[in-house]
């Protein structure tokens, strides 16, 4: 990319282009470095609890007595807990990116799906409810109000019974089918409803209406997640699953639904049933291996569902658990780190490397102690560990600019240190002797590369006036201290 920048073949244009595309590279690598570097720690909610208390969060302060609620833990999803919260008149807006609450909130609800700048986004199913908001408004905010549809058409305004609500989610993806179905999108969904709202269907018939349309208009498709052909039974289920979501908070009271109690419900659903409801066979549920190695990660799926069987150990996956190898056969997780990194690609060539031969390689090249002591198979088990870790190292030696740790600064052999400079003596280091001169250009080009500057304007504090150091001081030393 910066060789791209740096010729002179590019013309301007071309070289805005290129200067975009690396910033969003750049925010990308940052968004994939902040991710790996922070996952959401196990006592988060205790944690969040905790916070909460010690800024006394939770008493009404301020004009409008505003304060936050206590932590709420959902038993199931907390999309189920959110929308039932909103339907039970417990809150008056969702602040969620998650576009699948407002087919489930009637025409007057309002989600708040973008609220991390100045600018919010608020979406409804019904832009007479949006209109009504913004009436509320001051004349210069109504005049920054931008109204549009992100798909053109809304789809889910007028439309008030609950599973045709889930059939439409299902149709065009949601969370229990995120692809939705091949051969049906939000402009036929839309133009669908709009005929059957014409002829006057309501509840059970619009149901049934859209649940017709789908075999007529649905195609087969190649996508790992899609309903292989049209099967009445399970978009039945899937609606299901999405209408009876238990919107209770994790507790030993019972379930909770959005509307009425579900008196039936399949056997893959037994956990969503209540004291009155019935279990019934419904489609055929089978076990998938899962992410795991050890059996923990099993859950349960569909077998209408797309589904694969592991190429080398057989064992049944479903398609959110399967990964493809380079030969483009499915594997499980276990299975397909083996066939990736191991240097015994499949279980015959592991059975064929002799176990005198691991415990030679184990004791001489990793030093392992007391390996006499070892039945064969934990022989097997500890060798396969130290020959995956061997190959994740290869690999990771093979990037050209990885990402390392601060760690790596001091420690380890990742980087070598060429002169230390000491910034009170200016440019003098130009001239010690233990500096190779080829390094000079590199290092003068490095510092320039500190010597930009913000935007005369850009705002840093929530003061009025910013004080006259952030215009004196680089950039990158701003950010850094800001982090």
Same mark, same amino acid.
């Given at each position: 990319?910066?060789?791209?920048?740096n010729?002179?073949?590019?013309?301007?244009?071309?070289?805005?282009?290129?200067?975009?595309?690396?910033?969003?590279?750049?925010?990308?690598?940052k968004?994939?470095?902040?991710?790996?570097?922070?996952?959401?720690?196990?006592?988060?909610?205790?944690?969040?609890?905790?916070?909460?208390?010690?800024?006394?969060?939770?008493?009404?302060?301020?004009?409008?007595?505003?304060?936050?609620?206590?932590?709420?833990?959902?038993?199931?999803?907390? &999309?189920? $807990?959110?929308?039932?919260?909103?339907? %039970?008149?417990?809150? +008056?807006? !969702?602040?969620?990116?998650?576009?699948?609450f @407002?087919?489930?909130?009637?025409?007057?609800?309002?989600?708040?799906?973008s609220?991390k700048?100045?600018?919010?986004i608020?979406?409804?199913?019904?832009?007479?409810?949006?209109?009504?908001?913004?009436?509320?408004l001051?004349?210069?905010?109504?005049?920054?109000?931008?109204?549009?549809s992100?798909?053109?058409?809304?789809?889910?305004?007028?439309?008030?019974?609950?599973?045709t609500?889930?059939?439409?989610?299902?149709?065009?993806?949601?969370?229990?089918?995120l692809?939705?179905?091949?051969?049906?999108?939000?402009?036929?969904?839309?133009?669908?409803?709009?005929?059957?709202h014409?002829?006057?269907?309501?509840?059970?018939?619009?149901?049934?209406?859209?649940i &017709?349309? $789908?075999?007529?208009v649905?195609?087969? %498709?190649?996508?790992k +997640?899609? !309903?292989?052909?049209?099967?009445?039974?399970? @978009?039945?289920?899937?609606?299901?699953?999405?209408?009876?979501?238990?919107?209770?908070?994790?507790s030993?009271?019972?379930?909770?639904?959005?509307?009425?109690?579900?008196?039936?419900?399949?056997?893959?659903?037994?956990?969503f049933?209540c004291?009155?409801?019935?279990?019934?066979?419904?489609?055929?549920?089978?076990?998938?291996?899962?992410?795991?190695?050890?059996?923990?990660?099993?859950?349960?799926?569909?077998?209408?569902e797309?589904?694969h069987?592991?190429?080398?150990?057989?064992?049944q996956?479903?398609v959110?658990?399967?990964?493809?190898?380079?030969?483009?056969?499915?594997?499980?997780?276990?299975?397909?780190?083996?066939?990736a990194?191991?240097?015994?690609?499949n279980?015959?060539?592991?059975?064929?490397?002799?176990?005198?031969?691991?415990?030679?390689?184990?004791?001489d090249?990793?030093?392992?102690?007391?390996?006499?002591?070892?039945?064969?198979?934990?022989?097997?088990?500890?060798?396969?560990?130290?020959?995956?870790?061997?190959?994740?190292?290869?690999?990771?030696?093979?990037?050209?600019?990885?990402?390392?740790?601060?760690?790596?600064?001091?420690?380890?052999?990742?980087?070598?240190?060429?002169?230390?400079?000491?910034?009170?003596?200016?440019?003098?280091?130009?001239?010690?002797?233990?500096l190779d001169?080829t390094?000079?250009?590199?290092?003068?080009?490095?510092?320039?590369?500190?010597?930009?500057?913000?935007?005369?304007?850009?705002?840093?504090?929530?003061?009025?006036?910013?004080?006259?150091?952030?215009?004196?001081?680089?950039?990158?030393?701003?950010?850094?201290?800001?982090?």
């Amino acid at each position: 990319m910066t060789s791209r920048l740096n010729s002179d073949g590019l013309t301007a244009a071309e070289q805005a282009s290129a200067i975009s595309e690396q910033k969003s590279l750049e925010t990308k690598i940052k968004q994939a470095e902040t991710q790996s570097t922070n996952p959401v720690p196990l006592r988060f909610p205790a944690l969040l609890e905790a916070e909460l208390e010690r800024v006394n969060a939770h008493n009404p302060i301020g004009k409008y007595r505003g304060y936050v609620g206590r932590v709420t833990i959902a038993e199931f999803q907390a &999309d189920g $807990v959110i929308a039932g919260r909103y339907t %039970s008149g417990y809150c +008056d807006l !969702i602040a969620s990116t998650d576009a699948d609450f @407002l087919g489930f909130a009637e025409d007057n609800c309002i989600s708040i799906t973008s609220f991390k700048s100045s600018n919010l986004i608020l979406s409804s199913t019904s832009k007479d409810t949006l209109l009504k908001a913004f009436s509320f408004l001051s004349p210069e905010s109504t005049a920054k109000v931008h109204l549009k549809s992100p798909f053109g058409h809304p789809i889910f305004e007028g439309v008030n019974d609950l599973r045709t609500c889930g059939l439409v989610g299902v149709m065009i993806g949601c969370d229990v089918f995120l692809g939705g179905i091949s051969g049906v999108g939000p402009k036929k969904v839309f133009s669908k409803l709009q005929e059957i709202h014409k002829i006057g269907c309501i509840n059970e018939d619009m149901y049934k209406q859209m649940i &017709d349309y $789908v075999k007529e208009v649905s195609k087969p %498709s190649k996508s790992k +997640d899609a !309903i292989p052909k049209y099967n009445k039974q399970l @978009l039945n289920m899937l609606v299901d699953a999405k209408v009876y979501e238990p919107t209770n908070e994790l507790s030993n009271v019972g379930c909770t639904y959005l509307s009425s109690e579900p008196l039936h419900l399949p056997a893959y659903l037994d956990e969503f049933k209540c004291g009155g409801t019935k279990i019934e066979d419904g489609l055929l549920v089978i076990k998938c291996k899962g992410q795991g190695t050890d059996g923990s990660a099993c859950h349960k799926f569909l077998a209408a569902e797309t589904n694969h069987k592991c190429k080398d150990c057989g064992s049944q996956i479903c398609v959110f658990c399967c990964l493809a190898s380079n030969d483009n056969k499915y594997r499980c997780f276990g299975c397909y780190i083996a066939k990736a990194m191991l240097p015994c690609t499949n279980r015959d060539d592991r059975e064929n490397v002799q176990i005198n031969a691991m415990q030679f390689e184990l004791k001489d090249k990793y030093g392992f102690d007391h390996i006499d002591e070892l039945t064969a198979q934990e022989v097997v088990d500890i060798w396969e560990a130290h020959a995956l870790h061997c190959e994740i190292e290869k690999l990771a030696n093979s990037i050209k600019f990885p990402l390392l740790p601060i760690s790596s600064l001091t420690a380890g052999d990742k980087w070598q240190e060429l002169c230390e400079i000491d910034f009170s003596l200016g440019g003098s280091f130009i001239i010690n002797p233990n500096l190779d001169k080829t390094h000079i250009p590199a290092i003068l080009e490095l510092m320039a590369t500190f010597v930009t500057f913000y935007d005369e304007g850009t705002k840093h504090t929530k003061w009025q006036q910013d004080d006259p150091v952030y215009a004196a001081i680089p950039k990158v030393f701003i950010n850094f201290a800001s982090k």
